[in-house]
Structure formats: structure tokens, C-alpha cells
């Protein structure tokens, strides 16, 4: 069974902001919540790089091993997903994830929490697939149709690859050797850890 | 009429106190196991999904 991850190259992320208008648009998002960021780091300083952000799907999700409700779980290919009907919006999970992946909507006055949304990698959430309550709580389940997550498909540089660990990998180091230069996996040892 | 009144508290008092009782049946909850409902896509076949993903990914996440 394929293991599902995300890669960022940052050799060709142009922070264009497209993954992140890709999610919001296919999903939903509602004000406020964004399941996609691109980081830059040293702005406007030549050699900047920029990353796009989101759940990574951690091997060993810390979101998941925080849940005081235990609302998250982890699909047959890698997949983190949480079901909104449990979730109580405590935050823990947001102080857990070293992405800062969790989202929360505010619903109410005073800046009461809803419940934690994030990125799904497109492949919605504890619901009939593809049905209308499945899209308004989880956005859109591509996975089902047999798709992959927008953000990776709408990437213009193809920076962004999401798909199979191993094909990803095999992409990635051609790249690498085809450029030059040492590998920057970034963010792969924090959610996969070195075994993968 | 103290005869009433009596019967009337000891009903009243039957009453109130049926309500505290300890209940045998116990919920049990086991810690960092998932409580949700269970995904639809857990159940769809995993080989034929894979095999789609992977079709996909070629047409779509290949180099240019």
C-alpha cells in the first residue's frame, strides 16, 4: 500500500500562492481558516525561499497522541483525518503540531474556538464520500475519485508533490542530481522521522 | 390529618430517594484509540486505489 506524503521543493516554490487559493476554492475555507500557507524565510534578502504548509500527516501524529477525545485517525495510506463530531475545539492539538496544521473557526463571540479543521489531503473526512454533509465539514473528498490533493496538481512548478512516498522520493532525488547541491527535505524528518 | 401528612413525606421521601442509586453498567474508555465513525474510504478496496493513485500521480506530478 502506497504511504502518502507531501514534499515542498524549495529550489521551486515561487510563492505564487497558488496551492493556497487551490484549497481554499476547492474546499471552502471559510474566512479565517487556512488548511495551506506558503512561508517565506529571509524575505526580500536574495535567496529567499519560500515553502508551502500544511498537515504533513505525521508517521506519528503528535495531534493525534494529544486528543483528549480522541477524534483522530490515521488511513490504510498515511492519511491523517479527524471527525469534526467529536472534536471540541480545545486547541491541543494546534499546540501540538510542529506545523501548525489545526485550524479553528470562530463561531461565536469573544473568540470561542469551533471545531479544528486542517488539511484533509483532500480526502474529506468520516462521512459517506462525495455526499454534501462530507463536503461542508471536510471540503471535498478527491482521494475517492481518484484524485490527488489540488494544491500538488495546480502547483505551476510542480514544487509541491504530494502523492506515493516512494515516487516522491524518486522524483525529488533526480532533481537533486540533476542540480546539484544536497537534498532539503524539509519538513519530512519532523512527520516521518528517518525511517519514513 | 397527621396520618396524611405522614404518608404524604414518606411517599415524598420514597421518591426522592429511588433517584440516588449507583448504576452498574460502566463505560468503559480506552485512551488513544479513535472514537469516531468509521470512513467510508477505509472500506473501498486499498489495491485498486493505489493502482489509481498511482496512474494519477503519473499524469499529473511527473517533471515538465
Known amino acids: 500500500m502506497a504511504r502518502m506524503k507531501f514534499l515542498c521543493d524549495a529550489e521551486r516554490c515561487i510563492e505564487c500562492n497558488s496551492c493556497v487559493t487551490a484549497c481554499k476554492n476547492e474546499h471552502e475555507v471559510p474566512w479565517g481558516v487556512n488548511r495551506r500557507r506558503v512561508v517565506t524565510l529571509n524575505d526580500g534578502v536574495p535567496g529567499e525561499k519560500s515553502i508551502s504548509v500544511a498537515c504533513m500527516h505525521c508517521t506519528d501524529a503528535p495531534c493525534a497522541a494529544v486528543c483528549p477525545v480522541d477524534c483522530f485517525y490515521t488511513t490504510d495510506d498515511g492519511i491523517v483525518l479527524h471527525d469534526k463530531d467529536l472534536c471540541i475545539g480545545c486547541g491541543y492539538c494546534f499546540y501540538a503540531c510542529p506545523f501548525g496544521a489545526p485550524q479553528y473557526p470562530q463561531q461565536a463571540a469573544f473568540g470561542v474556538r469551533g471545531k479544528m479543521d486542517k488539511c484533509t489531503f483532500c480526502a474529506g473526512g468520516p462521512l459517506q464520500d462525495n455526499s454534501n454533509v462530507e463536503y461542508e465539514k471536510y471540503g471535498r473528498n478527491r482521494i475517492a475519485e481518484g484524485k490527488l490533493p489540488l494544491c500538488a496538481e495546480m502547483c505551476s512548478t510542480k514544487a509541491l508533490l504530494a502523492g506515493d512516498g516512494d515516487m516522491i522520493a524518486d522524483i525529488y532525488r533526480q532533481r537533486v542530481l540533476k542540480r546539484g547541491g544536497r537534498p532539503q527535505t524539509w519538513g519530512w524528518e519532523s512527520a516521518y522521522g528517518t525511517t519514513g | ?64
Not at chain 2, 5 to 12: E, I, K, N, R
Not at chain 2, 27 to 45: F, H, I, R
Open chain 2, 1 to 64: 390529618m397527621t396520618r396524611l401528612l405522614s404518608l404524604f413525606t414518606g411517599v415524598s421521601l420514597a421518591f426522592i430517594v429511588s433517584g440516588c442509586y449507583e448504576s452498574p453498567s460502566v463505560t468503559s474508555y480506552e485512551p488513544g484509540v479513535y472514537k469516531g465513525a468509521k470512513d467510508p474510504l477505509m472500506q473501498a478496496n486499498k489495491d485498486q486505489r493505489a493502482e489509481t493513485m498511482k496512474k494519477r500521480f503519473e499524469m499529473v506530478q511527473t517533471d515538465r
